[in-house]
């Protein structure tokens, strides 16, 4: 469902996403994972068209998203990091506008935006402007607008700031929903929590490059080939190994 083939964006001499290979099946939860700076955004940048690659080629279902970006982009459901909302229109009118840009068929609009309303708790805010909204609120329109023409990948960077702990936990249960009814799921994070209790594999990148891949067992095994661990280490210790966390005498040294 996602894939991708030496996938490269150059800015300038930097390799802010380096030859990178990936195969996504359809319904995989997929955790994409590294420290500030590793090349994430940019990689959903690039799967989603909001970039151009310099080389190599990013396919979602099937279509090459810059010789068929408009195809590719019908199955498609985003959510930024920081996403951006019309802030002079009211939750309904922003729902409407996303239906619309979707071709979302009227009878189907109808029915759904009131729903979709309804399970992120907007209903009754839908004819107040986004702009009085609290941030927490507008997270839940944009995942609300995201569902609406019922994408087959959806991309997440940091899907659950700004989402206080019951809509965090709703949303949740939409990706297990989801990805049991065949929806491909790429989220980026830094809560690595939810990565660990959520994917089904994980990719982690640094500086560009793919430098791990797989489930959480067989990133352990990786994680201990490349050094001592703990007998019941979690993903943050795996990613931390991978990565190159602080070493503790020299944490140490800086707390004296």
């Known amino acids: 469902m996602v894939k991708t083939i030496n996938l490269t964006k150059r800015f300038g001499h930097l390799n802010a996403v380096d030859k ?4 996504i099946p359809p319904g995989e939860i997929f955790g994409f994972l590294g420290p500030n700076g590793a090349g994430k955004t940019t990689t959903i940048r690039l799967l989603t068209g909001l970039l151009r690659p ?19 982009k019908k199955i498609i459901g985003l959510v930024p990091d920081q ?15 996303v239906a619309d840009l979707y071709g979302v068929p009227v009878e189907v609009k109808k029915r759904r935006i009131p729903e979709l309303l309804s399970l992120f708790e907007i ?16 997270r839940r329109l944009v995942m ?8 087959k990948v959806i991309f ?5 700031v700004g989402l206080d702990p019951k809509v965090a936990r709703l949303v949740k249960r939409i990706f ?23 994917c089904h594999r ?31 280490a979690g993903l943050e210790d795996i990613f931390l190994q991978l990565t190159g966390g602080p070493e503790s005498e020299e944490l140490l040294r800086y707390l004296e």
């Open 176 to 198: 297990q929903e989801l990805s049991q009814r065949k929806v491909t799921i790429f989220m980026s994070t830094h809560t690595l929590e939810i990565a660990e209790k959520l």
């Open 20 to 23: 990178l290979n990936l195969d």
């Open 156 to 160: 997440l960077d940091e899907p659950l």
């Open 123 to 138: 209903n009754g805010w839908e004819n107040v402007l986004i702009e009085n909204y609290s941030h927490g609120m507008q």
């Open 202 to 232: 994980i990719g982690i990148i640094r500086e560009g490059k793919l430098i791990a891949l797989g489930t959480k067992a067989e990133l352990r095994r990786k994680a201990e080939g490349e050094g001592e661990l703990a007998e019941r």
């Open 54 to 72: 310099t080389s190599g080629q990013a396919i979602v279902g099937g279509f090459d998203i810059v010789k068929e970006p408009e195809s590719a």
């Open 144 to 151: 609300a607008s995201v569902l609406l023409h019922n994408p």
């Open 83 to 97: 996403p951006f909302l019309y802030r002079k229109l009211t939750g309904g009118e922003f729902m409407n506008f």
